[in-house]
């Protein structure tokens, strides 16, 4: 596959580790806690149609209201107490009137309202109109009534009286009147279209939700009786009632079901004390003999029914079952969440101390990110090596650093039993610490102008970068590069080359460049005994003695050097 490949990334595959614990208890809690999702998501699926591809409907609304009432002055009929749509979807029934009959355009007494009663003209402005008169004041205080004065406005003569609805109702008995709802309803998506009732409909039958409940003819006084209301109570000041009609369809073929259901409900507040109620006026024209016009104002009352249409309906659809099934697998995840906060948290005392943290050991693994100012230093005379994370302002040898511990590796290409016999004779053995101290010998100590302040061996070099000026040591004593080891595991030539034969075999030792191969090696070499561990290799440094030990033992052939490059 990889000859098919531009870029190297493009061919690789990343999977996640599992660390597996042999626990009865935690592994009961985690088929409990799948067995209870698996079980949910099934519900869910099965009740909810989860399957399915879902469609809002789209609805139409035909009404036609039946009834005759008698009064003690007159036959109400279909035309009189119906009123034309005021709304969407909503029908108006009359069940109580105010009439104020023979009104001309004329100048008369307003209604006494608090704003209108006068004793002079003084009070009453000319042109004033207040939004709860009935006309525009003309200017003069003239009596109402043999007791009341008011201002006298240009209106509609005699003005509307402002008592309130007459009690009982006066069509009370319009709770029996019938309404025959028409729904037409279409689904878009599915392209089906229904409605609430058919050619063979029983003209005779009524909403009943037990015995009729297809039935398309509700009598009204039923609809509020739904709602727990009394019809001759809610008649006096009128309302809002909703009929609310839900298309629940299922239009696959095996379960294929799509009726209307019916219900009701109470839609203003009947607790309010402002403005209770639902009513309007609207007046009749007419024309008097002599051509003045004339007009009979009806205040009406009555209850406004609001038909509320909604529904979906659902279709069952390859696309969104995987889809489904792909949105709960993350609720798996739930067991593996709960349990790691149970064993991780000291807030719960599930498990003890000990418990939890071998747990978080086995578990999680602890690393540095990369940065740019991570550095990994270690001295020949402390056992211990040392991180340093800091913009450094001053020689890296006299920053204290952090103490860490490294992972060491084994069983790589510098095992020393992978070294040839003829090399592995003259390797001492790594036993003895003793051997891996600096040889206790007296050595030639460069001029004291040579050598830099930061040096404790006597062999470093100036260097000018902060991160370079590193010597092998903490304290004044015998450079690292005249131990036996150093000379063995990294100036040694015969090991370098096996090392360097044994990444590549076919690589050619008589090339001029062997001595740039031989020395980068020797510094990796150096980077794996003292720090044990290849993963820190761009951020290990190594000290300016041990540089130039390498540098003059496998020399550059330009005589320029850029150094071990760090691993960004």
């Not at 190297?8 to 990343?14: D, G, H, I, P, T």
């Not at 109400?76 to 709304?87: H, K, L, M, R, S």
């Not at 309404?179 to 409909?201: C, E, Q």
């Amino acid at each position: 596959m990889a000859a098919f490949c531009s870029l190297k990334s493009l061919c690789e595959y990343e999977t996640s580790k599992v660390v597996r614990f042999q626990s009865f208890s935690y592994g009961s809690m985690k088929w409990t806690f799948h067995m209870a999702v698996f079980l949910y998501v099934c519900y869910a699926l099965v009740t909810d149609k989860r399957y399915q591809k879902k469609d809002s409907v789209i609805s139409s609304i035909h009404t036609k209201v039946k009834g005759v009432v008698q009064t003690d002055s007159r036959i109400w009929d279909t035309a009189e107490y119906t009123i034309p749509v005021q709304g969407i979807d909503s029908f108006f029934v009359i069940t109580n009137i105010i009439t104020t009959e023979n009104q001309v355009q004329s100048v008369c007494p307003e209604y006494p309202i608090p704003k209108a009663i006068c004793s002079s003209d003084v009070k009453c402005v000319k042109g004033h109109m207040d939004p709860r008169s009935n006309g525009i004041q003309t200017g003069r205080c003239v009596k109402y009534n043999a007791t009341i004065k008011t201002c006298e406005v240009t209106a509609w003569c005699p003005v509307e009286s402002m008592k309130g609805a007459p009690v009982p109702a006066i069509l009370k008995s319009a709770e029996n009147f019938t309404v025959l709802i028409k729904n037409n309803i279409h689904f878009p998506k599915f392209n089906h279209t229904a409605r609430n009732f058919s050619p063979k409909l029983n003209i005779s039958c009524t909403f009943n939700k037990i015995t009729a409940p297809d039935c398309p003819i509700f009598r009204l006084g039923n609809i509020l009786q739904a709602t727990g209301e009394n019809f001759s109570e809610m008649a006096i000041q009128g309302g809002i009632m909703g009929i609310e009609i839900n298309w629940d369809c299922n239009l696959d073929k095996w379960f294929f079901h799509c009726s209307p259901k019916y219900s009701f409900r109470r839609l203003d507040d009947k607790t309010t004390t402002e403005y209770p109620g639902y009513n309007f006026r609207f007046a009749k024209y007419y024309k008097q003999p002599n051509g003045k016009e004339e007009r009979t104002l009806i205040k009406a009352y009555g209850i406004r029914f609001d038909i509320l249409v909604f529904g979906t309906a659902g279709q069952f659809s390859a696309f969104e079952l995987l889809v489904y099934i792909g949105s709960v697998l993350s609720y798996f995840g739930l067991a593996q969440f709960v349990i790691d906060f149970l064993i991780t948290s000291y807030t719960f005392p599930c498990c003890t101390t000990s418990i939890k943290e071998y747990y978080f050991r086995k578990k999680c693994e602890s690393a540095l990110g990369p940065k740019w100012t991570l550095m990994y230093v270690s001295y020949v005379d402390e056992p211990h090596i040392l991180l340093v994370d800091k913009q450094l302002r001053t020689s890296l040898q006299n920053i204290k650093g952090e103490i860490v511990q490294l992972q060491r590796h084994t069983g790589d290409f510098t095992d020393m039993t992978k070294i040839p016999p003829q090399c592995h004779d003259r390797v001492p053995a790594v036993a003895n610490a003793h051997e891996m101290q600096p040889l206790k010998r007296p050595e030639e100590t460069p001029p004291p102008h040579d050598r830099p302040a930061w040096c404790c061996c006597g062999k470093c070099r100036q260097m000018l970068a902060f991160r370079e000026q590193l010597c092998c040591r903490r304290k004044e004593g015998s450079c690292i590069t005249t131990s036996p080891l150093f000379e063995q595991l990294v100036l040694s030539r015969a090991t370098l080359e096996f090392i360097l034969l044994y990444k590549e075999p076919l690589l050619d030792l008589n090339t001029e460049m062997l001595n740039n191969h031989l020395r980068h090696c020797a510094y990796r070499q150096y980077i794996h005994w003292r720090f044990g561990s290849a993963e820190v290799e761009g951020s290990a440094l190594i000290p300016s003695c041990c540089r130039w030990k390498i540098r003059e033992m496998y020399p550059s052939e330009d005589g320029k050097y850029t150094g071990f490059e760090r691993k960004k």
